[in-house]
């Protein structure tokens, strides 16, 4: 008999002797809880993620896996039922989720906005405006360099509609100027950074931001460029392996008094990156 055969021997003549002794069997231990959330590139890369997590444990126990993905990407792994909730940030695809039964309900959690970035030389001239239409028009009329993350992100979404708003048919109109990249928002900022292109992000990715480079806020306050956040429980009645008691309890936090407060504290360089804005779900 070879060695590993007779190790399996002596452990369950072992395991067997301990049985007939009346030990029994070892203790077993509980599984953590511990829920999958799929979410948005912008709050794991604004650092939201990194900060609010460990509360999140602390308070209510659970261990939240994230996945972070581009908006349309997440809500497709939550309808794959590979993963318990969404958090992303694009209203409209959040609410389609939900009417095709794919989640329970949609609760508004927090807000900032998105800000127009471009090198500091600004090449369109469009540095001070208010209105982020008018600066697209400048930025293709001139042929600018623009980086799309071009990712069915909600930051990519936006962008898009932002187009549209402006009279403009992006995918008929681009030339080579407009680069659409395929990845996530720090990797276009990235990108934007070594090529001196205008691009569209979140603030809050933003401000967490290192590598700015030549990079600078040029257009800001066009209330057209609002961002929420809004977060889903999967129906567990489509998926029955969601974990639903977790994940509400998940929301649950991230909607309540003390969840707000820790949203609204977290800041990078002094600057406030979110700010709370639970209402009732569908809202």
Do not use: C
């Not at 948005?40 to 996945?67: A, R, W």
């Not at 809500?75 to 039964?101: I, M, N, P, S, Y």
Request: zero cysteines; a positive charge.
């Amino acid at each position: 008999m070879n060695a590993p055969a007779r190790l399996v021997r002596t452990v369950a003549a072992l395991w067997v002797a301990l049985i007939a002794a009346g030990v029994g069997p070892p203790p077993t231990f509980a599984q953590e809880p511990s829920i999958v959330v799929a979410s948005t590139t912008s709050t794991q890369d604004s650092g939201l993620f990194e900060y609010l997590l460990p509360l999140v444990k602390q308070k209510t126990g659970i261990t939240v896996k994230v996945v972070a993905q581009g908006t349309g990407q997440a809500l497709d792994t939550a309808r794959r039922g590979d993963a318990d909730v969404v958090f992303v940030h694009a209203r409209e695809a959040e609410l389609k989720f939900v009417a095709e039964g794919e989640g329970v309900a949609r609760y508004p959690v927090m807000y900032n906005d998105f800000v127009l970035i471009g090198p500091a030389s600004d090449p369109a001239r469009v540095a001070g405006l208010t209105d982020v239409e008018v600066a697209l028009r400048r930025i293709k009329d001139k042929g600018a360099p623009f980086v799309s993350r071009g990712d069915r992100s909600g930051t990519h979404l936006a962008e898009l509609s932002l187009w549209t708003e402006a009279g403009i048919n992006i995918e008929q109109d681009r030339g080579a100027w407009y680069k659409s990249i395929g990845q996530g928002m720090g990797a276009a900022l990235n990108f934007a950074a070594s090529s001196n292109a205008y691009l569209l992000s979140d603030r809050g990715t933003w401000i967490h931001f290192k590598n700015k480079g030549e990079l600078r806020i040029l257009v800001q306050g066009d209330r057209h460029l609002f961002n929420q956040y809004g977060v889903i429980l999967v129906n567990p009645k489509k998926h029955p392996n969601v974990r639903a008691a977790l994940g509400q309890r998940f929301i649950d936090f991230l909607i309540s008094p003390a969840g707000q407060d820790a949203i609204a504290r977290y800041r990078v360089d002094g600057q406030q990156l979110f700010y709370p804005d639970a209402r009732q779900p569908g809202v």
